[in-house]
């Protein structure tokens, strides 16, 4: 099963309140910018002059770019109780 087809198997209940911010001042110094190549939904995407653009919506919980970020510009939790990802089988 592919990337994608694993990925249309996720139920997704997005709380207005993101479990994810990013301090886009340090994301500008960062040379390599690992949260756009390792997160595998794509919720970072490139910004203008140097930043990163991110959306908590389509996160899948994996924590990737929290523990790659070179530049600890990720602070990421858990979504509250009753929103977040919820895989189907």
């Known amino acids: 099963m592919s990337l994608t087809e694993r990925l249309s198997t996720i139920h997704f209940t997005v709380d207005e309140t993101p ?50 970020c070179n530049r600890a510009a990720v602070t990421w939790r858990y979504p509250q109780g009753g929103y977040g990802v919820a895989y189907r089988f």
């Open 19 to 68: 479990h994810i911010t990013v301090d886009g001042g340090r994301c500008l110094h960062c040379a390599t910018h690992p949260c756009l190549v390792f997160c595998p939904t794509r919720c970072f995407t490139p910004a203008d002059a140097g930043g990163i653009s991110y959306s908590h919506a389509g996160c899948v919980e994996c924590g990737t770019c929290l523990v790659l």
